[in-house]
């Protein structure tokens, strides 16, 4: 058991996850857009490859890395039976994101936030509740344009993040940021269509070790 | 220090959602049906009665025979029933042993609405793909009119207790404009079957007045029956054709019986409406009332009576000349601290 557990953590990319995209793939899904020079954040300002037309450009180079160490992250999570939970507070795409997370098994919450889901859990839910151990954001920002709350929430309660940040958005208290397009349909749709077959990979691995292991 | 004994409803709302889920665990329910099977067998031990075949109803009459009790409230008195029907519907604990709760949307607080409304939307979705397939092939889109007059769709109760869980009334009036806009769509045939889970019939009732046909007595001659009301009397009367406008009130000729000439004129006015004075013979009993009101009866019997000899369109005119409405002004009781119903007594400065 202990083997299964410290085996992954030996390898850089145990779960190959710098085959599942291309560049060319997030440029054809126009993750690269941004909004424009007046909405961006200043903390945004290290991942902006430059601004044409007053549009600014995400640099997918940077990209690329951060969204390998981000799957990297999930892939282990879901390979030692970690709760993840997807938020998104798009309307868009609320359907899209509950199907994928119903698809790989894991939890989605596309709706109004509580105040009190994590930091008042145990009165909320009722004692013996189990939190999510990550919390992955397609869209950081709420319906008013405001980072959401599930951000704060989860420093405070020490559960890692990942998120897709827009050039727009605050980059500050999320483990591992992808700093990357949020809005359009194309960019949310690769980026379900990656984080399901990540989190696939890793539960259908773990499987065939414990499997390998009760042979042996 | 200062001790807090007035809680606002909120901290009391919280104190009991903790001890909501430890209520009913599955071993207590299960200990109560064995003991209710233990007790019901008992009892029809006592009762001189085969356990085997001792119904419900066998069980309330004998605990009514051994519990007699004069108490108002059917639900106070003594009580022996299936513990599933005692104990309300308690939502099972929502995780398993791992700690991974069942549900996909456990996390956001209402999962049963949450899951409806994404159902629901998921329906929407594959109508409108059905339609642009359709639209693509060139076909006609099927329009088949839901007859909306007679069916309502669920109340936020009925709602609550179909997902166990409470339901605020923004949520439920979202779920009602969307399941709205989901039955509005021309392809929406596709998920009837889902709509009407949530939709009711309502029975139309009939507001039509049935008016009687003439009926003919030995003689040959078309008569007919009306009642009439106002204040405390009530009247019958009975409209003959072929007359010459004589008017008999409990076998005495309208001169005698009403003297006043205004009772007299609210009893031909109906004839006078129609312009069928001297035509018809009337005979009316009466009693109860005054001298007023047992004319205002008598016009509302007799103009009830003559509908069945008058056109539609006249029976119309009837109605919007108030010849057909019952009058519901009755006398007005009198209030503790007035001289009358509405009369106060005399203010006095000092």
Known sequence: ?216 | TLRLICTTTAVQKRNVAASGPEKYTEAFIKKQIEEFNLGKRHLANMMGEDPETFTQEDIDRAIAYLFPSGLFDKRARPLMKHPTEVFPEQRKIQWGEDGRPFHFLFYTGKQSYYSLMHETYEKFLNVQKHQDQLTAQDLPLQKEKRNLAGSRWLTKIELEEMLLEKVSDNDYSRFIQLLQKLATLPCADIEEKYIQKFSKEVPVQLQKVVIEPLQHDERGVAFSTGEGKRKTARATAVVYDNGTGKITVNGIDILHYFPVLQDREQLLFPFQFLGRIGKHDMVCTVSGGGRSAQAGAIRLASAKALRSFVTEKEVEFMRQAGLLTVDPRVKERKKPGQEGPRRKFTWKKR
């Open chain 1, 1 to 216: 058991d202990d083997k299964l557990l410290t085996e992954p953590l030996n390898h850089p990319d145990f779960f190959s996850v710098k085959e599942l995209f291309t560049l060319k793939d997030l440029f054809d899904a126009r993750v690269h857009l941004g909004h424009k020079k007046g909405c961006r954040h200043r903390f945004m300002e290290p991942y902006i490859f430059g601004c044409r037309l007053d549009q600014d450009i995400i640099d997918l180079d940077q990209t690329m890395q951060h969204l390998q160490l981000a799957l990297n992250f999930t892939a282990h999570v879901a390979y030692r039976g970690g709760i993840i939970l997807f938020v998104s507070r798009r309307r868009q795409f609320c359907h899209l994101v509950e199907s994928t997370a119903r698809a790989c098994g894991e939890y989605a919450h596309t709706r109004y936030w509580q105040g009190g889901l994590l930091t008042n859990a145990h009165i909320q839910f009722g004692p013996g509740v189990r939190l999510p151990d990550l919390l992955i954001f397609l869209s950081t920002l709420n319906n008013v344009f405001e980072p959401h709350v599930a951000i704060r929430d989860a420093a405070k309660m020490n559960i890692p993040t990942v998120g897709v940040v827009d050039t727009n958005c605050n980059p500050c208290l999320i483990t591992y940021p992808i700093p990357g397009n949020d809005d359009s349909p194309a960019a949310v749709e690769l980026y379900c269509r990656l984080f399901r077959m990540t989190i696939i990979r890793a539960k259908d691995k773990r499987r065939q070790s414990e499997a390998v292991e009760e042979l042996q």
